[in-house]
């Protein structure tokens, strides 16, 4: 709903009439211009020897000007801090492409409120159009007699019709299920080759998995895409017009060299990486649930998303539990953490991961490596977005994932699930990428030498022990 999307975390409902910075700055000038000519008269009058009264006229001529020239100063600061914000807004708005923020950043006066209202009106109505041209584009696939199937590069089932499902079966092709449990793996993988050899759709009979084949239309999409298949079915009987699709499965960062300090974080692969687990000594604790997702610069790739839980092999205390709501029950079927490491190599390989004290999740994935007798190399660089938030806010004492995110204009939902603080990190750096590069960061080495600068908050990690 658009109205919900104007609410900012630090207004919604609260009925916050808010100041205009223009009346407040040209208050503050009048106040600074008063005192000052009121300074001066009083100066004057005490030069030529007036009576010993004109010092109070002078003092209070100060002190006007002074008052003046700090509201001034602090108006103008607030309203840039907010402006400052507003462009991180839009470089995310801009990053997550279809996907719209749920709240524009909190802002203090008037004249940025409306600025940020007019930009989540413009998000809200390029959504609108964009949704009722996909309505319309659905409605005509979900229509159609013949069945419909799309597949991502590694055969993963991105969209299906009601006639694709009829015929494939429900059980066998689903949405994010790989096609090949309904159709066979080598009919499809040559039918493919030959459109891509062709560069155009190849006929070919399929086979399927549950027994015949059906022949079908094959059409390459293109490099990394995936391909459209089409089974005509003229006789098959009426089903009803639905259609499942997730296009962002076809999403893949591009491939990227190894970073370096060098490495401009536009284009710095990331991994936005979190662990849940039964307490925070690395050492001692365990794992209990592991969630990630890809970043190509401020790009966020959510179809790369890991989601997995972890049975840690020891029981859950109930302080934990009441944090991320994991219990024994819930995870007494899951694979220990050696079951998933390869899983994990995959998403972190050749990326940065970035997370909110990144150092406890680096350490407590070492420490099980470790305990299962499992190579590990940490990888070179992590960027922890407490250190950068403490160094970009430093008047801020509650540097708390929640809270952080909250003054970036995020909302904060779904927190303490390893792959819900994941997507909120990775929005969060969304966020912070334009701070930094404000500020003339624009290498990871940059990026990484300004970290250093919160202090506090590196001393309070190293006594933690990570």
């Known amino acids: 709903m658009a109205e919900d999307r104007r609410r900012d975390p630090a207004s919604a409902g609260s009925g916050i009439n808010r100041t205009s910075a223009r009346r407040v700055l040209i208050a503050a000038f009048m106040a600074a211009l008063a005192g000052t000519l009121t300074l001066v008269l009083g100066a004057v009058l005490l030069a030529k020897g007036g009576a010993e009264g004109w010092w109070a006229l002078a003092i209070a001529g100060g002190a006007a000007c002074a008052i003046g020239c700090w509201i001034g100063y602090e108006t103008t600061k ?39 209202d007019a930009m989540i009106d413009a998000l809200n109505a390029r959504d609108i159009q964009r949704a009722a041209g996909d309505k319309q584009l659905a409605a005509i696939l979900a229509n159609l007699p013949d069945a419909v199937v799309v597949v991502t590069a590694r055969g993963q089932v991105s969209l299906l019709n009601g006639p694709a499902k009829s015929l494939l079966g429900a059980e066998r092709a689903a949405l994010g299920t790989s096609l090949f449990d309904a159709v066979s793996r080598d009919s499809l993988i040559a039918a493919w080759n030959d459109a891509r050899r062709m560069g155009r759709p190849a006929q070919a009979w399929l086979g399927l998995t549950a027994g015949g084949a059906v022949q079908a239309t094959v059409a390459d999409l293109g490099a990394q895409a995936g391909a459209l298949i089409v089974i005509p079915a003229p006789d098959a009987p ?109 998403l972190t390989d050749g990326a940065v991961p970035v997370g909110h004290n990144i150092g406890f999740d680096m350490a407590i994935i070492e420490a099980e490596c470790r305990r299962a007798a499992i190579a590990w190399t940490p990888p070179a660089f992590t960027l922890c977005t407490l250190q950068l938030a403490a160094a970009l806010d430093p008047q801020e004492e509650n ?39 404000e500020r003339g960061i624009a290498t990871l080495g940059q990026a990484l030498d300004f970290a250093q600068s919160a202090k506090r908050v590196i001393a309070l990690q190293k006594t933690a022990g990570w």
Request: charged letters at 20%.
């Open 399 to 437: 540097l708390d994932l929640e809270a952080v995110a909250v003054r970036h204009g995020l909302d904060p939902l779904g927190r303490h699930s390893a792959l819900g603080d994941s997507l909120l990190t990775a929005a969060l750096w969304q966020r912070m990428l334009p701070r930094l590069q």
């Open 238 to 346: 009426r089903v009803e017009a639905t259609l499942d699709h997730d296009l962002s499965l076809h999403e893949a960062p591009p491939a990227a060299p190894p970073p370096d300090r060098s490495t401009p974080l536009d284009e710095l692969p990331l991994v936005a990486l979190d662990t849940e687990t039964t307490g925070l000594v690395p050492a001692a604790d365990r794992i209990v649930a592991l969630g990630g997702v890809r970043l190509h610069g401020a790009t966020i790739y959510r179809a790369t998303a890991l989601d997995r839980l972890v049975h840690p092999g020891v029981p859950v205390p109930p302080r934990a539990s009441a944090i991320h709501g994991l219990t024994d029950i819930m995870l007494a079927d899951a694979p220990t953490f050696p079951a998933h490491l390869d899983a994990l190599r995959d």
């Open 78 to 116: 607030e309203h840039f801090q907010a402006l400052d914000r507003l462009r991180g807004f839009a470089v995310a708005m801009r990053a997550a492409g279809g996907g719209s923020p749920l709240n524009g950043p909190p802002v203090g006066d008037r004249e940025s409120a409306a600025l940020r």
